[in-house]
């Protein structure tokens, strides 16, 4: 049926990379994997039907080499490159190197990648578009630029890198005494995370909720949404728990975000997977435009459990040149889902990372469960990527029944060998807050500052429940 695409390159690792593997085999495409020195024992390399060595363990010289992955690409004669998301997912110059050697880029257009990733210039083509933006600037390289500014749209205001995403460069500022310090601080993060010391400031909402809606767009004009997820539930700026719809969401709201996005993905020319981010303000329930994630998100499990479509397969379909296999009419969503994204990481050192060799690997079976995972008995887990190692999903008729399901799934996983958080995201998980549904994004780190202590445990405070793993 994938006449245009027979071979497809993985240029990823982990989870994505297995989850991609499994999209192939279920459209009959052979799969031709990428992997460092530090992952050809991986569960991917052993699903996949080719494995190509790209270089040393460290990403700068392996997974973010984009001339050496098209070059594997064209040496395995394959005809796409899926990048997953991370490393080079969302970078032009991949998808510019994929054209010039007519490899297909599984992924958006070029220049939807350029557009959405210059995030000053995304917010003034958004605006353009009748869509809310949050109260902010172009570019500031001086403080006295930056005071300026934050004057004009009155504190709180946030401090983020120009050229930056996935939480770093992001600072909060909340009286004039202390920009200048955190104005050098952001810059000096951004210059070493994107060699580019540029800020912008965003008026800052202090309780504010993060809904991203999930859209596919395909080189026919088809474009359509398959609802939305709530992000809330962070740390760092980083997502923990996922889950699709958002409760607590009045339906109006809900479906002028839904509107709001799909505008966005019509308006760019877009095509392929991409998710488009929302703040939305708790105290007045206006929302506004964040940033659109141009590649397939960590989080896309919980839409594939309430909507029954497989995101990554239509990614392919799409980069072959295929429409969209559904319309918006049939887009249905059922019952409830729940992500938690399980982390080799030590809570009570402040979730420091925990590399080693995982002596015992177990994970349950059941109803509305779904392990997404790279892990096995006797892997080592690598000290030069970042610290997932699966996402566990849960699906219910209703949101009580998808918590209880992960519940159930994360007290019977056992893990050996390294540090995990599923201490912490149970205790999370039985916070009334939580239950209630519609947490901000600080709640979380509100929790951990006054609920939970790092250095004992969840037990410690005689709240949720506490394992050594």
């Known amino acids: 049926m994938m006449g245009a695409i027979s071979r497809v390159l993985i240029a990823n690792r982990g989870e994505i990379a297995v989850r991609i593997i499994k999209a192939c085999k279920a459209l009959g495409v052979e799969s031709v994997l990428t992997v460092s020195d530090a992952d050809?024992?991986?569960m991917a390399a052993r699903l996949a039907d080719r494995v190509v060595c790209i270089g040393p363990p460290r990403p700068q010289e392996s997974y973010l080499k984009?001339?050496?992955?098209?070059?594997?690409?064209?040496?395995?004669?394959?005809?796409?490159?899926?990048?997953?998301?991370?490393?080079?997912?969302?970078?032009?110059?991949?998808?510019?190197?994929?054209?010039?050697?007519?490899v297909t880029f599984i992924g958006p257009p070029e220049h939807c990648l350029r557009e959405m990733g210059n995030k000053l210039l995304a917010r003034r083509m958004v605006a353009s578009y009748g869509i809310p933006v949050i109260p902010g600037s172009e570019k500031v390289r001086h403080i006295e630029e930056a005071l300026d500014v934050?004057?004009?749209?009155?504190?709180?205001?946030?401090?983020?890198a120009a050229a930056g995403g996935g939480g770093r460069g992001i600072k909060i500022v909340?009286?004039?005494?202390?920009?200048?310090?955190t104005f050098e601080t952001a810059a000096a993060e951004a210059r070493a995370a994107f060699a580019d010391d540029a800020l912008y400031m965003e008026k800052y909402i202090p309780l504010a909720r993060h809904i991203e809606v999930q859209v596919l767009g395909d080189s026919h004009g088809n474009v359509?949404?398959?609802?939305?997820?709530d992000c809330s539930v962070q740390r760092r700026y980083q997502k923990v728990i996922e889950e699709s719809p958002a409760p607590s969401l009045p339906e109006r709201l809900r479906e002028e975000i839904r509107t709001a996005a799909v505008t966005i993905a019509q308006n760019i020319g877009y095509q392929s997977?991409?998710?488009?981010?929302f703040i939305l303000d708790k105290d007045t329930e206006k929302f506004y435009f964040l940033e659109m994630n141009t590649r397939v998100q960590v989080e896309h499990p919980v839409t594939e459990m309430v909507t029954g479509v497989d995101i990554v397969q239509e990614q392919i379909r799409i980069a072959a040149g295929e429409p969209l296999s559904f319309k918006q009419s049939e887009v249905v969503l059922t019952g409830h889902?729940?992500?938690?994204?399980?982390?080799?990481?030590?809570?009570?050192?402040?979730?420091?990372?925990?590399?080693?060799?995982?002596?015992?690997w177990a994970v349950p079976k059941g109803t509305g469960i779904r392990i997404d995972t790279h892990c096995y008995q006797g892997y080592a887990v690598p000290p030069y990527y970042d610290s997932l190692l699966a996402k566990v999903i849960t699906f219910g008729k209703d949101r009580s029944q998808a918590v209880d399901r992960m519940k159930y799934a994360l007290s019977n996983i056992v893990v050996k060998g390294v540090d995990t958080v599923v201490p912490f995201l149970l205790f999370v998980l039985v916070q009334p807050e939580f239950v209630k549904g519609g947490v901000h994004t600080k709640w979380l780190e509100g929790l951990l500052e006054h609920s939970y202590d790092k250095k004992q445990g969840p037990g410690a405070r005689g709240r949720g429940p506490g394992r050594k793993q």
């Not at 934050?150 to 983020?160: E, H, N, R, V």
């Not at 909340?174 to 310090?181: C, D, R, V, Y």
């Not at 994204?341 to 995982?358: H, K, Q, V």
Request: charged letters at 25%.
């Open 40 to 42: 050809r024992e991986s």
């Open 66 to 102: 984009a001339d050496t992955i098209v070059a594997a690409a064209r040496g395995t004669a394959s005809q796409a490159i899926h990048p997953g998301y991370g490393f080079l997912a969302e970078h032009p110059e991949l998808s510019r190197l994929c054209a010039e050697h007519e």
């Open 150 to 160: 934050a004057g004009k749209i009155g504190y709180p205001i946030l401090l983020k």
């Open 174 to 181: 909340t009286k004039p005494a202390e920009l200048q310090t």
């Open 224 to 229: 359509t949404h398959l609802g939305e997820r």
């Open 273 to 277: 997977a991409g998710t488009v981010e």
């Open 337 to 360: 889902a729940i992500e938690c994204r399980l982390t080799a990481e030590a809570p009570e050192r402040d979730f420091a990372p925990s590399p080693g060799r995982l002596a015992k």
